[in-house]
């Protein structure tokens, strides 16, 4: 799995989401150098659930957004993010129960892959919505 790496085609034009993407982009990479590097349980779980803790907070962050931008397709955006919530703490129910091993190329591919075409699919689907209602 290549490295995720910001690029300007990923901006959303607002500046707050902007740079949550950009730390989730980051703390995933720290989670890949991780494996790569065979970082001991207890550091690798601590990245991994850096990330999930981080993924939550943006989330709640994002649909607060979007609940002020009075965005029509609010409820499917929530639903898209709970449905990757449920998929992230499956790995780490799978984390707890055989450690570093369950951190492996195509969980991260996975991981990286939806974050890429959620920013690049639903996100830019917001994008003009909430920069035209000027709450970001």
Known sequence: MPRMI??????????????QHQKMMALLNRLHDGMMAGTDKIALGGTLQALIDYTMMHFKFEE????RAD???CAAHRQEHAALLRQIQAIR???EKVGP???TIPVLSFLANWIANHILGADMRYRSHVLDKGVA
């Open 71 to 73: 965005y029509p397709d």
């Open 64 to 67: 607060e957004l979007l609940a």
């Open 6 to 19: 910001w690029a300007e085609h990923y901006s959303v034009g607002v500046a707050s989401i902007d740079a």
């Open 93 to 95: 129910q799978q984390y």
């Open 101 to 103: 091993r369950a951190v």
